[in-house]
């Protein structure tokens, strides 16, 4: 190893090479970057600036003026409250969908795993076939469903919706992860006495963490995210800010606001890049770690 | 302590049939193994005594109580798994207490017994700390100390020394018997290692295709197999399976030998092969019973010393394997490590058939009974 070290050192090609790569790095971070450097800038800048400056220009000096309108006074169609209530909203449905979702998930693949029954392979690859099932084709079926169960165009039918297909994902994570749990687990639990939920519990839950932090990033980033389902679903009151920032790019009076619509996209952003600055080694290791030994 | 009954137990998976009516009965303190080759239902008997796999027919008895249809909590048994099973997220305290719990044994008699399995276990030290931080030995005895601490009627131990080394094999084997010694426990252990089986057993059930080829004593079954298949499975190294004709001298039956010169060997049984006179049998017989030739022996009515040609010698130690080829079959012989026996060299050897058995050369059928 040592050798090689000082090898290295005294080779001119070995530097250049290096050089080269690190260039290469940064231009392709750089180029991958550009958006979000484009929409912070903008979004900085006053109206007049966004008018006369190149896209790439750097504000003059910062404002947030346009941060504030997009967060509370901007119009998104025929109300001007910014995105604040909408991003609320989000919250609204994003929580409990993620809990209920994750916790669903949790005891499917529980069952599917460790209390294997008659069918029980088949009912998984049917909920697999859930995960490729593309969104657009069931918006017409779902919109009946949601007016038949009464929960059409609430928060409480979009959760439903973002439930229903995010199960699927959910059950997949949490059926491999526990694949790696031995079975003779489960049968030395129950000689001990213990039942389907307090193995549940007691057992199995407690080595989970690394399968619950990887679908809650996973749920919660999907849903936040989804404009599809938003959109088709939602009543005026129940808008995510998914739509609610559709509809203020939409609206205009006299010109475009790029600096607003910036910001606003920024904010809608922010969650999610919260939660994988927070959490996304916990993502990377949860679905690399596999084995639980016992 | 109880008895265990088996009666008529049949299992199938559609129409495999893994168990096909075993019956096997168990006295209160008793230590029964199973043993048996992979896939021969031993795991499948005993996870149906456990009530975690339900069976097609039959009757499960645990002090004399039907238990057929009843869950495994409550069947008052404990179970040591090849894997320990161990809660991973919980203490070694914690796991030892976790059945008395769910049996709502109040905190303080569930510290009192956690204690008192510690120190029959000398794991007192280790309570505090979790599974992962266990050696494989350590975690094993924890998996013995989870199941003692329910006192339950019966013990059940699915191959429970498989994953340990050699050297601690052979000590928690001893160990496990000191206990069973102690305790006075109904012991159902499954193993595929027949040196665990003879070692421990009070009786062995030797299975395979999911029958029980032969219940009895350790020693029983080794002096006395079923079939060729209990005869070749029991004992290291393996009996000797000579095929020899049977050839009639003065109207006794005697077992022809092809060594270096061809001779008789006379058999304690012989009117059992009158019928077979001019076919070819297989005689099954013990290395220890094929010896140098010893001075004690010399004259005794089932003893033959005859010339074989030594193919390899492997010194053991206490013994020397010597291995001879005779009527075709490669035969061990065991031997005293002072007798001069090289290889190429044509040695006599003492073959004592007194306990010698004889099978169906095609059915593996024992026929000397």
Same mark, same amino acid.
Not at chain 2, 354 to 365: E, H, L, M, N
């Given at each position: 190893?040592?050798?090689?070290?000082?090898?290295?050192?005294?080779?001119?090609?070995?530097?250049?090479?290096?050089?080269? *790569?690190?260039?290469?790095?940064?231009?392709?971070?750089?180029?991958?970057?550009?958006?979000?450097?484009?929409?912070?800038?903008?979004?900085?800048?006053?109206?007049?600036?966004?008018?006369?400056?190149?896209?790439?220009?750097?504000?003059?000096?910062?404002?947030?003026?346009?941060?504030?309108?997009?967060?509370?006074?901007?119009?998104?169609?025929?109300?001007?409250?910014?995105?604040?209530?909408?991003?609320?909203?989000?919250?609204?449905?994003?929580?409990?969908?993620?809990?209920?979702?994750?916790?669903?998930?949790?005891?499917?693949?529980?069952?599917?795993? *460790?209390?294997?029954?008659?069918?029980?392979?088949?009912?998984?690859?049917?909920?697999?076939?859930?995960?490729?099932?593309?969104?657009?084709?069931?918006?017409?079926?779902?919109?009946?469903?949601?007016?038949?169960?009464?929960?059409?165009?609430?928060?409480?039918?979009?959760?439903?919706?973002?439930?229903?297909?995010?199960?699927?994902?959910?059950?997949?994570?949490?059926?491999?992860?526990?694949?790696?749990?031995?079975?003779?687990?489960?049968?030395?639990?129950?000689?001990?006495?213990?039942?389907?939920?307090?193995?549940?519990?007691?057992?199995?839950?407690?080595?989970?963490?690394?399968?619950?932090?990887?679908?809650?990033?996973?749920?919660?980033?999907?849903?936040?995210?989804?404009?599809?389902?938003?959109?088709?679903?939602?009543?005026?009151?129940?808008?995510?800010?998914?739509?609610?920032?559709?509809?203020?790019?939409?609206?205009?009076?006299?010109?475009?606001?790029?600096?607003?619509?910036?910001?606003?996209?920024?904010?809608?952003?922010?969650?999610?890049?919260?939660?994988?600055?927070?959490?996304?080694?916990?993502?990377?290791?949860? *679905?690399?770690?596999?084995?639980?030994?016992? | 302590?109880?008895?265990?009954?088996?009666?008529?137990?049949?299992?199938?998976?559609?129409?495999?049939?893994?168990?096909?009516?075993?019956?096997?009965?168990?006295?209160?303190?008793?230590?029964?193994?199973?043993?048996?080759?992979?896939?021969?239902?031993?795991?499948?008997?005993?996870?149906?005594?456990?009530?975690?796999?339900?069976?097609?027919?039959? !009757?499960?008895?645990?002090?004399?109580?039907?238990?057929?249809?009843?869950?495994?909590?409550?069947?008052?048994?404990?179970?040591?798994?090849?894997?320990?099973?161990?809660?991973?997220?919980?203490?070694?305290? /914690?796991?030892?207490?976790?059945?008395?719990?769910? !049996?709502?044994?109040?905190?303080?008699?569930?510290?009192?017994?956690?204690?008192?399995?510690?120190?029959?276990?000398?794991?007192?030290?280790?309570?505090? !700390?979790?599974?992962?931080?266990?050696?494989?030995? /350590?975690? /094993?005895?924890?998996?013995?100390?989870?199941?003692?601490?329910?006192?339950?009627?019966?013990?059940?131990?699915?191959?429970?020394?498989?994953?340990?080394?050699?050297?601690?094999?052979?000590?928690?084997?001893?160990?496990?018997?000191?206990?069973?010694?102690?305790?006075?426990?109904?012991?159902?252990?499954?193993?595929?290692? /027949?040196?665990?089986?003879?070692?421990?057993?009070?009786? #062995?059930?030797?299975?395979?295709?999911?029958?029980?080829?032969?219940?009895?004593?350790?020693?029983?079954?080794?002096?006395?197999?079923?079939?060729?298949?209990?005869?070749?499975?029991?004992?290291?190294?393996?009996?000797?399976?000579?095929?020899?004709?049977?050839?009639?001298?003065?109207?006794?039956?005697?077992?022809?030998?092809?060594?270096?010169?061809?001779?008789?060997?006379?058999?304690?049984?012989?009117?059992?092969?009158?019928?077979?006179?001019?076919?070819?049998?297989?005689?099954?017989?013990?290395?220890?019973?094929?010896?140098?030739?010893?001075?004690?022996?010399?004259?005794?009515?089932?003893?033959?010393?005859?010339?074989?040609?030594?193919?390899?010698?492997?010194?053991?130690?206490?013994?020397?394997? #010597?291995?001879?080829?005779?009527?075709?079959?490669?035969?061990?012989?065991?031997?005293?490590?002072?007798?001069?026996?090289?290889?190429?060299?044509?040695?006599?050897?003492?073959?004592?058939?007194?306990?010698?058995?004889?099978?169906?050369?095609?059915?593996?059928? !024992?026929?000397?009974?």
């Amino acid at each position: 190893m040592k050798n090689n070290v000082v090898g290295r050192k005294t080779s001119g090609v070995d530097k250049a090479l290096r050089i080269a *790569l690190y260039a290469t790095l940064i231009l392709v971070a750089g180029f991958y970057l550009m958006p979000l450097v484009v929409m912070l800038i903008t979004s900085m800048k006053d109206a007049e600036e966004v008018r006369n400056g190149t896209l790439l220009s750097l504000p003059s000096y910062i404002h947030f003026d346009s941060w504030e309108k997009a967060w509370s006074s901007a119009c998104t169609g025929s109300s001007c409250h910014g995105i604040s209530p909408y991003f609320m909203n989000s919250f609204k449905i994003v929580i409990p969908a993620v809990a209920i979702s994750t916790i669903l998930g949790a005891i499917n693949g529980y069952v599917i795993s *460790l209390w294997r029954f008659r069918g029980s392979n088949l009912f998984f690859a049917a909920l697999l076939l859930g995960c490729f099932i593309p969104f657009q084709v069931v918006l017409l079926p779902m919109a009946r469903t949601l007016g038949w169960l009464g929960i059409a165009s609430s928060t409480t039918g979009l959760v439903f919706v973002h439930v229903v297909y995010g199960v699927a994902f959910t059950t997949l994570f949490f059926r491999n992860f526990y694949q790696s749990i031995p079975g003779e687990l489960i049968k030395a639990a129950r000689l001990d006495g213990a039942g389907f939920f307090t193995i549940f519990y007691r057992i199995i839950l407690p080595v989970s963490t690394p399968i619950i932090v990887v679908t809650v990033i996973w749920q919660f980033t999907q849903i936040w995210n989804d404009f599809l389902f938003g959109v088709a679903f939602s009543g005026f009151e129940s808008q995510p800010v998914t739509v609610a920032l559709n509809n203020l790019v939409n609206t205009s009076f006299g010109g475009k606001e790029y600096n607003v619509d910036m910001a606003a996209a920024v904010i809608a952003a922010l969650p999610t890049l919260i939660v994988y600055v927070f959490a996304g080694k916990y993502f990377v290791r949860g *679905l690399t770690a596999g084995a639980v030994k016992g | 302590m109880a008895n265990l009954t088996i009666d008529n137990v049949k299992k199938s998976y559609g129409k495999t049939e893994i168990l096909k009516g075993i019956n096997i009965a168990i006295e209160a303190g008793e230590f029964l193994i199973l043993v048996g080759p992979s896939g021969c239902g031993k795991s499948t008997l005993m996870n149906s005594i456990a009530g975690l796999e339900d069976v097609t027919e039959g !009757r499960i008895l645990i002090a004399d109580k039907d238990v057929t249809y009843t869950s495994p909590k409550d069947r008052d048994i404990a179970m040591v798994f090849q894997s320990y099973a161990l809660y991973p997220n919980m203490t070694v305290a /914690q796991n030892i207490s976790f059945g008395l719990e769910m !049996r709502k044994v109040p905190k303080e008699e569930r510290d009192v017994e956690i204690q008192r399995v510690a120190e029959l276990l000398q794991i007192s030290h280790l309570l505090d !700390r979790k599974p992962a931080q266990l050696s494989g030995g /350590q975690r /094993q005895r924890v998996a013995m100390g989870r199941a003692l601490a329910r006192r339950p009627q019966l013990y059940l131990f699915d191959e429970p020394l498989s994953n340990l080394d050699a050297k601690l094999r052979v000590e928690m084997r001893t160990e496990i018997k000191k206990l069973h010694k102690k305790l006075g426990t109904t012991i159902v252990y499954v193993t595929h290692d /027949q040196i665990e089986a003879m070692t421990l057993a009070d009786r #062995i059930a030797v299975m395979k295709d999911g029958e029980v080829q032969q219940l009895g004593t350790p020693q029983e079954i080794y002096d006395n197999p079923a079939n060729l298949f209990v005869a070749g499975f029991m004992g290291s190294p393996a009996m000797n399976f000579i095929p020899s004709k049977i050839v009639e001298q003065n109207g006794v039956p005697m077992l022809e030998l092809n060594a270096s010169e061809t001779t008789a060997l006379p058999f304690p049984n012989p009117d059992s092969l009158k019928a077979y006179v001019g076919e070819t049998v297989l005689l099954g017989l013990r290395p220890e019973m094929i010896t140098e030739p010893q001075p004690h022996k010399e004259g005794q009515a089932f003893v033959v010393t005859t010339g074989v040609e030594v193919e390899v010698t492997e010194p053991m130690g206490a013994d020397t394997m #010597i291995l001879t080829r005779i009527n075709d079959a490669e035969i061990n012989c065991r031997s005293n490590p002072a007798y001069p026996a090289k290889p190429g060299d044509v040695i006599n050897m003492m073959f004592d058939t007194s306990k010698a058995v004889v099978f169906d050369a095609k059915s593996g059928r !024992r026929l000397d009974v």
